[in-house]
């Protein structure tokens, strides 16, 4: 088990230089390549747990629930490992379901269920796995669990979640707070909603829930939404419902770049931001980081295949592509990308870092400027521990990427690299 460390004692990333070899944590991500091949997500528990625990001292000081949100990272055993810690689990499908049950099974009644297109056989899933709150984003939806929970004889804990209409200041794709998004309830519409779901003996109006994007740097959009959901519980309180849950879902975000960065400082601020927003509201706070907890643990590590010239340009090709992590093809995203052998001088190429993949867009990064690298040398991606790997694809019938977790100095395989066999296996030749 990860000892937890004090919420100073560990950088905000647990990749650095040792003898001239990057590690993460004890472990030599040479050796590691070694070992277990490339391309290849490495993971620190010891930072998993020291980001959770960031989470849980910051609000210590109310009664709350972790559920860290599993697309992050869908990993049986860093879910087990953030379970083991106390986390509950924010998941979108009937999949994430099977996961928390694989992963911890008693756990299952810290789960909330979010998603906009709820299936009949995931509601009756998680009712029976007594989730602790469906987070409703229809009418239709809210008709449908109605209808399960009869036919179930399950009385549904339910919240709506509600679209406030703030902006989040992030990237369009992942921005969902605005009326023009498809997630959540207009928040205008909430309260009559709440009053014809009362009338159902089978749903039981427990919660709100919101959530406005991700990759959230600044953290007023939090304190406004949470302001306007306080005003709703009120209006929700007059009209006799029995309100015991606010969720203030995910969205918190990290540092991609290379300045400092201050993870404890990070956190406070938004532990206030959603005090200011909940003003006097004691209700049982519930909370979906998934980012924040995971992405800088994480690195992709990955060989350079190949070094040429096309024209001005320089290309580095790796054997990671963009099916193993999409997000700079995706949203433009900034990857830090450093050689895990240090440099000895302070000479530089620029390049384009691109993958094998048959895209023009499959690039890690475009211009960057970087140490000299030849074929065979490996570099690392950092802070690619949330939404790497759980993003990953197949395309181009590439097998995805192994995972290890460096846990007190030891490597522990977490996930086996895909087989071609693997690939081929649900397929039929008709
Ligand atoms: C409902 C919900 N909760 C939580 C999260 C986790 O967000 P993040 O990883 O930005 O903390 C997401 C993703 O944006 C989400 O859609
Ligand atoms: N996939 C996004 C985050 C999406 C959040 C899910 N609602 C990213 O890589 O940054």
Same mark, same amino acid.
């Given at each position: 088990?990860?000892?937890?460390?004090?919420?100073?004692?560990?950088?905000?990333?647990?990749?650095?230089?040792?003898?001239?070899?990057?590690?993460?944590? %004890?472990?030599?991500?040479?050796?590691?390549?070694?070992?277990? &091949?490339?391309?290849?997500?490495?993971?620190?528990?010891?930072?998993?747990?020291?980001?959770?625990?960031?989470? %849980?001292?910051?609000?210590?000081?109310?009664?709350?629930?972790?559920?860290?949100?599993?697309?992050?990272?869908?990993?049986?055993?860093?879910?087990?490992?953030?379970?083991?810690?106390?986390?509950?689990?924010?998941?979108?499908?009937?999949?994430?379901?099977?996961?928390?049950?694989?992963?911890?099974?008693?756990?299952?009644?810290? /789960?909330?269920?979010?998603?906009? &297109?709820?299936?009949?056989?995931?509601?009756?899933?998680?009712?029976?796995?007594?989730?602790?709150?469906?987070?409703?984003?229809?009418?239709?939806?809210?008709?449908?669990?109605?209808?399960?929970?009869?036919?179930?004889?399950?009385?549904?804990?339910?919240?709506?979640?509600?679209?406030?209409?703030?902006?989040?200041? *992030?990237?369009?794709?992942?921005?969902?707070?605005?009326?023009?998004?498809?997630?959540?309830?207009?928040?205008?519409?909430?309260?009559?909603?709440? @009053?014809?779901?009362?009338?159902?003996?089978?749903?039981?109006?427990?919660? /709100?829930?919101?959530?406005?994007?991700?990759?959230? @740097?600044? /953290?007023?959009?939090?304190?406004?939404?949470?302001?306007?959901?306080?005003?709703?519980?009120?209006?929700?309180?007059?009209?006799?419902?029995?309100?015991?849950?606010?969720?203030?879902?995910?969205?918190?975000?990290?540092?991609?770049?290379?300045?400092?960065?201050?993870?404890?400082?990070?956190?406070?601020?938004?532990?206030?931001?959603?005090?200011?927003?909940?003003?006097?509201? *004691?209700?049982?706070?519930?909370?979906?980081?998934?980012?924040?907890?995971?992405?800088?643990?994480?690195?992709?590590?990955?060989?350079?295949?190949?070094?040429?010239?096309?024209?001005?340009?320089?290309?580095?090709?790796?054997?990671?592509?963009?099916?193993?992590?999409?997000?700079?093809?995706?949203?433009?995203?900034?990857?830090?990308?450093?050689?895990?052998?240090?440099?000895?001088?302070?000479?530089?190429?620029?390049?384009?870092?691109?993958?094998?993949?048959?895209?023009?867009?499959?690039?890690?990064?475009?211009?960057?400027?970087?140490?000299?690298?030849?074929?065979?040398?490996?570099?690392?991606?950092?802070?690619?521990?949330?939404?790497?790997?759980?993003?990953?694809?197949?395309?181009?019938?590439?097998?995805?990427?192994?995972?290890?977790?460096?846990?007190?100095?030891?490597?522990?395989?977490?996930?086996?690299?895909?087989?071609? @066999?693997?690939?081929?296996?649900?397929?039929?030749?008709?």
């Amino acid at each position: 088990m990860t000892k937890k460390t004090a919420p100073d004692q560990i950088s905000a990333r647990p990749f650095a230089y040792r003898n001239r070899t990057l590690h993460c944590d %004890e472990a030599s991500l040479s050796t590691l390549a070694d070992q277990y &091949g490339t391309p290849l997500y490495v993971y620190s528990a010891r930072q998993i747990s020291h980001r959770f625990q960031l989470f %849980e001292t910051a609000f210590a000081n109310r009664p709350h629930t972790i559920c860290y949100a599993v697309k992050a990272n869908s990993s049986l055993a860093i879910m087990r490992l953030l379970a083991q810690q106390g986390a509950g689990f924010d998941i979108v499908s009937g999949g994430e379901l099977e996961r928390v049950r694989k992963a911890h099974k008693p756990v299952l009644k810290k /789960v909330v269920f979010s998603g906009v &297109g709820k299936q009949i056989w995931e509601i009756d899933a998680a009712l029976k796995g007594n989730i602790l709150l469906f987070n409703v984003e229809s009418e239709t939806e809210l008709h449908l669990l109605a209808a399960r929970a009869e036919a179930l004889n399950i009385r549904a804990r339910f919240a709506l979640r509600v679209n406030p209409d703030v902006f989040a200041e *992030t990237h369009p794709y992942i921005s969902t707070g605005l009326s023009e998004h498809k997630f959540g309830i207009d928040i205008k519409a909430a309260r009559s909603i709440y @009053r014809k779901a009362a009338k159902s003996k089978w749903l039981d109006p427990a919660g /709100v829930s919101v959530h406005i994007g991700s990759q959230i @740097r600044k /953290v007023d959009p939090f304190a406004a939404a949470l302001a306007r959901v306080t005003s709703l519980i009120a209006d929700l309180r007059k009209d006799g419902h029995d309100i015991r849950y606010v969720d203030a879902g995910g969205g918190l975000g990290i540092d991609y770049g290379d300045g400092p960065f201050n993870p404890a400082h990070q956190v406070e601020r938004y532990a206030a931001a959603l005090a200011q927003g909940l003003a006097k509201e *004691t209700a049982h706070l519930l909370l979906e980081p998934g980012r924040f907890i995971v992405a800088q643990a994480g690195a992709l590590l990955t060989r350079v295949l190949v070094v040429k010239k096309n024209g001005a340009k320089t290309f580095v090709i790796t054997d990671a592509g963009m099916n193993d992590l999409i997000r700079p093809a995706l949203y433009h995203a900034h990857h830090e990308i450093i050689p895990i052998k240090r440099p000895a001088g302070k000479s530089t190429l620029t390049a384009d870092i691109v993958g094998p993949v048959c895209e023009s867009g499959d690039f890690f990064a475009r211009d960057r400027v970087l140490p000299p690298v030849k074929p065979g040398d490996l570099v690392l991606l950092l802070d690619a521990g949330a939404y790497g790997m759980s993003l990953s694809s197949n395309y181009n019938s590439r097998p995805r990427p192994a995972e290890v977790l460096i846990d007190g100095g030891k490597s522990k395989l977490i996930r086996r690299r895909e087989t071609i @066999r693997d690939l081929l296996a649900p397929e039929l030749l008709g």
